[in-house]
């Protein structure tokens, strides 16, 4: 299946305290982003650069895009490889480096997802899925600089018996 897909958001500068940019320090960062039909996302930049910390800023956003985008490709590739995966978090982090003329990048993202699956003969295969979400994760071929994965596999202890207690009549 192959196709275009068109994305589209509103971003709304809700920073003006009176003065709009008349000066550096006169104007807040925030943000209101809307996407039809979801819920609104306050936005700011990051606390260096005179944001509000309580706010996502787009640094936040792009780990969390590359983060996500792992995630959802590689539960695909878990499917296909007949892994069944009974839990996953990522402690994502990332490395942005600026350039001392106001500017910056980010030098790269690691993703460190910590896997649950079902049985221990699953493992292998699963941690080989990380590389087929690698190649299909829109996000991380979208970016220049390079997405590092530090998986973690485990295997989900056995499941007992609901609620049920030895000698407790039924």
Same mark, same amino acid.
């Given at each position: 299946?192959?196709? /275009?897909?068109?994305? =589209?958001?509103?971003?709304?500068?809700?920073?003006?305290?009176?003065?709009?940019?008349?000066?550096?320090?006169?104007?807040?960062?925030?943000? @209101?982003?809307?996407?039809?039909? %979801?819920? #609104?996302?306050?936005?700011?930049?990051? %606390?260096?650069?005179?944001?509000?910390? /309580?706010?996502?800023?787009?640094?936040?956003?792009?780990?969390?895009?590359?983060?996500?985008?792992?995630?959802?490709?590689?539960?695909?590739?878990?499917?296909?490889?007949?892994?069944?995966?009974? $839990?996953? *978090?990522?402690? #994502?982090?990332?490395?942005?480096?600026?350039?001392? +003329?106001?500017?910056?990048?980010?030098? /790269?993202?690691?993703? +460190?997802?910590?896997?649950?699956? #079902?049985?221990?003969?699953?493992?292998? =295969?699963? @941690?080989?899925?990380?590389?087929?979400?690698? /190649?299909?994760?829109?996000? =991380?071929?979208?970016?220049?600089? &390079?997405?590092? *994965?530090? &998986? @973690?596999? =485990?295997?989900?202890?056995?499941?007992?018996?609901?609620?049920? +207690?030895? $000698?407790? &009549?039924?």
């Amino acid at each position: 299946m192959f196709g /275009e897909h068109r994305y =589209a958001l509103r971003t709304t500068w809700t920073g003006d305290r009176g003065s709009g940019t008349s000066g550096y320090r006169d104007y807040d960062r925030s943000s @209101t982003i809307r996407i039809d039909g %979801k819920p #609104a996302l306050l936005a700011s930049s990051d %606390k260096p650069f005179r944001g509000d910390p /309580e706010r996502w800023n787009p640094e936040d956003l792009l780990l969390a895009a590359l983060s996500e985008c792992h995630l959802l490709s590689y539960l695909h590739a878990c499917v296909q490889a007949g892994v069944i995966v009974v $839990g996953y *978090h990522d402690d #994502a982090s990332g490395l942005m480096v600026e350039d001392g +003329r106001g500017g910056g990048a980010f030098r /790269e993202v690691v993703l +460190r997802p910590h896997v649950l699956v #079902a049985d221990a003969s699953m493992v292998d =295969a699963a @941690t080989s899925a990380h590389r087929q979400a690698n /190649e299909w994760c829109f996000i =991380a071929n979208s970016v220049n600089f &390079p997405v590092r *994965h530090e &998986p @973690t596999i =485990a295997v989900a202890p056995p499941a007992g018996p609901s609620d049920a +207690r030895a $000698g407790a &009549p039924a």
